[in-house]
């Protein structure tokens, strides 16, 4: 009884149908579980009804009960509801057309009138709750802000590759479809308004509440989601690139394909063709000329013109040979956290080479053919990569040092080849500088290069060497075969740098500094090599010379990938001893060559001396007093001192080598051949699947980028979630597809967000409000249309956003009828403009629905019967009519 007369839920928001019709919060609905079991029969109907009249009276519940009648589309429902001596009849009508006696306020009150059939000759006042509400589809006199990307100018020569590294944002098509004013009048007696059928007092302009909602495009497509969709698919292709490309494109006759896949055994073999010519870098540009000369230009994905300023974006170095790779970086802001989101994504940085390509391949794909456009490019990438090695040139756009395990396996790979890079570079710069020093002694550095084969001595022959000078035997396998196979080519340092070794070795009296500095035996037949620097402060403990740094080899640097390698072959070596030595060998290499860079560099030395300095925590001192004087005495740790230490034992059997002379840990060639084949067999969905981290983490950057401009506190929640669920899932290195493709719509979802927001504003013209207090309020109420299914509009028609929506529906009614209007929204003119507009109805169209809301308070059926509260709720559509009403009588007096 008291939801019937409540007037607090009146015209709710979001609610059930039988709450808006008739203001109740609790009751239950009996409804056919298919639409082919609908009650559209009467007695069908009557047999519920009076089922559902005898189980409230046995049970004594006092909850209306509903039962749907007709089909569901009409939303017929029909009830009761019983209580102590009461009883309250649901009732409803529902026609397609409004009938004309019905159309307005006058003929619903005589509807309600008779229903009640109130037996008194004065009827109490009937409390009347009036809403019109008036929609807004004609946008025209606003253009929608999202202009659609020039296509032609992107891709042209005339604006650069910088636009490749940029994302699209934004809504192609409005995202707010319609915008729905509801002016409502609350609370009503019938001798204060007029509404028949001449004449209205229902001015919407007047009216003293105002609420709107906006209807929102279903699904508008966007530049950004399509992108990211566009780019998830290629996931599921299959081809591989040579599959893609065709391979007319790339077959040739049997010599030439022979000579282009064979082309490092050329190297090696004895030829009498000069080297040059056959060198892998010759051989792949010769075939990338054939190709291009073979395919047709209308065949090529993409043409010379966009290739080009692609790898110009990808590689700014090939523009100018002196920018250095650090230059040609971008500048941004490495301690930001959105800079290090690459480290939760395990994509890479933002300013990274693998960043760029991945934003590149998304572009291509979109515009350029798909997954043909991919393989073109990616073709081109290989060859360019390949051509760096070749020609010592270092890949712009990847950070120093080893590969970053944060970072996806790609970039690691490509990190990697940098290394190799970087290694070849200085080898070949070490030997360029060492042959140019070395006029004076090149009659020596002849005599001594014809004794080796081909001008090389290979690592292999300085260890036997060694070995057979010492006549030392090593028991078992030889620790030098632990750091790689004896069959590997090497490209070891001639003698010529030894003689400049010798030279530098010497002091300014020219004499040996082994001669001045050393003593003892060993000493004086081993001559210091491979010196960095002098200690500070420690010496020789047996010889008191001082101690001095050695150059040694760095560690050879390993993606993930090889890592996960090197872990199942070590633990397939099993649990026991045997295993367990073998394991601990394979895992010292690099302590086997700092060792023997050690010994060569301090003669004489022993494990004690290199355990002060490689790990000084295991040579413990200890300060003695000896007749009133601090001794200090120190030995090895405990550990150390194990029988079959590891230490010792790789101690005992390395010799003295610098390491110019050692087998080297890190095979640069090999490791370099075996990243561009990684590279070249990679397939487009391969491809798609390492650098989806990169383009989630791009996208999210740019969501987060544009967010910012709008400020809506809800879009930077949802950014918190999508991050923080992007993060679980792209850790892990096959990532569930379906997973991905909610993070694509998650990030699609708040793109649209912020489109709506945009639109809106421009709607309203905040950019264009002229007071600062306006224009805060216009944006609280905008971000308010997002958040909330309906707002009310503070100050109805006066206020701020009141003036601006009226012009609009004044606009669009001019705009009907072809008359201009120069006013524009967010001007909000003088003081005398924004007087309450008492035009008439004309600038406001028909609107689109009426509810009416009636209540009264009357006793029924008898006059002497308890006043009992009666309610009946109308809808007056175009094509929908319908009356609701709740009537309550006394059962016990009547």
Not at 252 to 274: C, F, M, Q, R, W
Request: aromatic share 8%; hydrophobic share 35%; proline share 6%.
């Amino acid at each position: 009884m008291q939801d019937l007369l409540c007037m607090n839920n009146d015209f709710p928001p979001r609610a059930h149908c039988l709450v808006r019709w008739y203001g109740i919060r609790e009751f239950v609905v009996i409804s056919p579980s298919a639409n082919s079991d609908a009650v559209i029969s009467e007695s069908k109907c009557n047999l519920l009804l009076s089922s559902i009249s005898i189980s409230l009276g046995n049970t004594g519940c006092q909850v209306p009960l509903f039962v749907q009648i007709q089909q569901k589309w009409r939303r017929m429902y029909v009830g009761e509801c019983q209580g102590p001596g009461v009883r309250t009849d649901f009732e409803m009508v529902h026609l397609r057309k409004v009938p004309n006696q019905y159309n307005h306020l006058s003929g619903l009150l005589d509807v309600f009138k008779s229903k009640i059939s109130c037996p008194l000759t004065h009827l109490p006042p009937i409390n009347i709750s009036i809403r019109f509400t008036y929609i807004l589809q004609d946008w025209q006199q606003y253009s929608w802000p999202q202009q659609p990307p020039d296509f032609d100018t992107l891709l042209s020569g005339e604006v650069g590759g910088v636009e490749f590294g940029k994302l699209p944002f934004g809504a192609c098509e409005d995202p707010i479809s319609e915008l729905h004013l509801s002016t409502t009048w609350p609370q009503l007696s019938e001798g204060i308004v007029v509404d028949n059928d001449v004449y209205s007092d229902l001015d919407p302009v007047q009216a003293p509440h105002w609420s709107v909602r906006v209807r929102k495009a279903e699904n508008p497509q966007c530049l950004l989601g399509d992108f990211l969709h566009e780019f998830f698919k290629l996931c599921c292709r299959k081809e591989s690139t040579e599959e893609i490309l065709g391979r007319s494109s790339l077959e040739d006759d049997g010599k030439e394909n022979n000579e282009i896949s064979h082309a490092l055994s050329k190297l090696t073999e004895p030829t009498t063709v000069p080297i040059p010519k056959l060198s892998v870098s010759n051989m792949v540009h010769s075939a990338r000329k054939r190709m291009r000369r073979r395919r047709r230009v209308e065949e090529s994905p993409l043409s010379n013109e966009v290739l080009n300023s692609i790898l110009l974006y990808l590689f700014p170095d090939a523009a100018d040979k002196h920018i250095d790779a650090v230059e040609a970086k971008q500048t941004l802001n490495t301690d930001h956290e959105d800079y290090r989101l690459y480290n939760q994504f395990k994509s890479s940085p933002a300013d990274s080479l693998t960043y760029k390509l991945a934003l590149c391949l998304c572009l291509v794909n979109f515009y350029h053919g798909g997954v043909k456009g991919v393989a073109h490019l990616w073709q081109e990438f290989v060859l360019e990569m390949r051509y760096r090695w070749e020609n010592n040139i270092l890949i712009t756009g990847l950070a120093g040092g080893p590969p970053d395990l944060r970072c996806c396996l790609l970039h690691q790979k490509l990190q990697m080849l940098n290394c190799c890079i970087d290694r070849k570079k200085a080898r070949d710069d070490g030997k360029r500088s060492n042959s140019t020093n070395s006029g004076l002694t090149s009659g020596t550095t002849e005599r001594k290069v014809s004794n080796s084969e081909n001008g090389k001595v290979t690592q292999g022959v300085w260890g036997s060497e060694d070995r057979k000078e010492k006549g030392e035997v090593a028991q078992g396998k030889s620790w030098d075969s632990w750091s790689d196979s004896e069959d590997e080519f090497f490209e070891c340092l001639s003698d010529t740098e030894e003689l400049k070794e010798n030279v530098q070795d010497r002091g300014k009296d020219g004499t040996p500094k082994d001669d001045k500095e050393g003593s003892g035996c060993d000493t004086h037949q081993q001559k210091a090599e491979g010196r960095l620097y002098q200690h500070a402060k420690l010496t020789l403990l047996h010889t008191g010379e001082p101690l001095y740094i050695p150059v040694t080899q760095e560690p050879a640097p390993m993606t993930e990938d090889l890592l996960e390698e090197q872990s199942e072959v070590l633990a397939k070596l099993g649990t026991s001893a045997e295993g367990a030595h073998l394991r601990a060998r394979m895992q010292s290499a690099c302590l086997l060559s700092d060792m023997e860079s050690f010994k060569a560099a301090n003669p004489g030395c022993c494990l004690e001396d290199f355990v002060r300095w490689y790990s000084p925590r295991d040579y413990v001192e200890e300060v003695f007093g000896n007749d009133g004087k601090a001794v200090t005495r120190g030995e090895l740790s405990a550990r150390m001192k194990i029988p079959g230490n590891m230490w010792v034992e790789a101690w005992e059997t390395a010799k003295p080598s610098p390491a110019r002379r050692q087998r080297r840990l890190f095979d640069d060639t090999r490791e370099a051949e075996k990243v561009l084949h990684y590279l070249a067999v990679q397939k487009p969905a391969d491809l798609t699947q390492h650098l989806l981290p990169c383009i989630i983490h791009a996208a999210i950057l740019k969501v987060k980028e544009e967010e910012f401009v709008e400020n809506i506190a809800s879009v930077r929640k949802e950014i918190q979630q999508i991050v923080s669920h992007a993060s679980k899932l792209l850790r892990h290195p096959n990532s569930d597809y379906k997973k991905l493709e909610e993070i694509i719509n998650e990030i699609m979802a708040v793109e649209t967000v912020i489109a709506r927001a945009r639109s809106l504003k421009a709607k309203f013209g905040i950019g264009k409000c002229e007071e600062q207090d306006d224009k805060e309020e216009l944006e609280k109420f905008v971000i308010s249309l997002l958040e909330e299914p309906e707002v009310t509009v503070i100050g109805a028609g006066r206020g701020p956003a009141g003036r601006i929506i009226h012009k609009l529906f004044v606009n669009a009614q001019r705009a009907a009828v072809m008359t201009p209007l120069d006013d524009e929204p967010g001007k909000l003119g003088s003081a005398e403009e924004r007087k309450p507009n008492l035009a008439s109805n004309s600038e406001f169209p028909s609107p689109a629905g009426r509810e009416v809301i009636l209540r009264a308070v009357v006793s029924r059926p008898a006059p002497y019967s308890r006043p009992l509260p009666q309610r009946m709720f109308c809808v007056l559509m175009k094509d929908d009519f319908r009356l609701a009403g709740a009537f309550a009588a006394d059962t016990s007096f009547f």
